[in-house]
């Protein structure tokens, strides 16, 4: 049997009514050499029968049954059990630009990288948001360019479902977090520096839905700050003593802006006050350093000014500049 060109792998856990969409947005893809694998993780909604329903009507679809692994043990999963020569990787919520997997293919073999990348799109309600059909341009992230972006590029976000992986990527390679919150920026982050640069077409392909029951909308506990600060701290000390230490400094700076920005904008604030204190104490300690980066953003340099002296106006300063990134 000839290998497919992609496995895509669908994580599915009782996705209900978006399951069908998704699967939608995937069938109709211009790129039509793919294996879709739906790794169902214990759903209890009927989305495993859904699963089975579509396999049958689809021959180049199969279903892995098995318990809740959680997002990295359901992927994990579909990455040994893949056939292709690539791999993407679908939330089963979430949809496809019709020529996400041909721009990502070709991006991959135009340049001889392991890895190309699209724009992610977070959208709210039934249908995205209307897009361009073609990319509006190409690049190409060189070593160590493509980890700098990835901690500070927008376009290329954190997330594992906006991107290509060569499969040579995942062998001999420990596909585990030790966290929950910010696990697809802790893997990218590993996974990247195996390669020599990453591709990046500058195209809407995926689609994030966002609603009531997504992860990045539930309310705040502790276990998110943790695993956040836990990533951002990995990140730097695996930069430092090298040119990315900088840039490392700058996002886990950054990181801490946004994790008190998190707490100050919960209606139970209170409940993170010790937390606030300890990331106000760091903010503090780390600011002249701070000030002197580059890669710094100026607003985040003035956000951190404020904060610093802290303050109703620094919890409005929170809500007109920082925003949530998956």
Known sequence: MTRPLITVVVLVYN????????????????????ELLLVDNGSTDGSAEACDAFARE?????????????????????????KGEYLAFV?????????????????????????????????????????????QARLR?????????????????????????HRSLFEGFDFSSPVIYNEDLYLNWHILQRVKG????????????QHAAS????????????DQLSVAS?????????ALEPTARAFYYEKLLYLDSMILRQENARDFS????????????????ALTLPRLPGKMKVVALVACMGGPFYRWLCRLLLTDRR
Request: charged residues 25%; hydrophobic residues 40%.
């Open 274 to 289: 010790a937390d606030h204190r300890f990331l106000l104490a760091q903010l503090r300690q780390g600011l002249r350093r």
């Open 91 to 135: 939330d089963s919520d979430d949809l496809l630009h019709r020529r996400m997997l041909e721009e990502l293919a070709a991006s991959c073999r135009s340049t001889g990288l392991p890895v190309a990348c699209c724009r992610f799109l977070p959208f709210l309600g039934e249908q995205p948001p209307e897009v361009p059909d073609e990319p």
């Open 198 to 209: 990453m591709a990046f077409v500058d195209l809407v392909g995926y689609f994030y839905r």
């Open 215 to 226: 992860t990045t909308h539930r309310p705040l506990h502790r276990r998110a700050l943790e």
């Open 58 to 82: 689809n021959q180049r679809c199969t279903v892995i049954h098995q318990e809740n692994l959680g997002i990295i043990g359901g992927r994990g999963a579909g990455v040994q059990a893949a």
């Open 234 to 242: 990995t990140i730097l000390n695996e930069a430092k003593d090298s």
């Open 141 to 165: 992230f060189e070593a160590p360019l493509h980890l700098d972006a990835l901690l500070h590029d927008k376009r290329v976000e954190y997330s594992l479902c906006n991107k290509l992986y």
């Open 15 to 34: 996705a209900g009514a978006y399951l069908a969409p998704c699967l939608e947005s995937i069938s109709r893809q211009t790129l039509t050499d793919f």
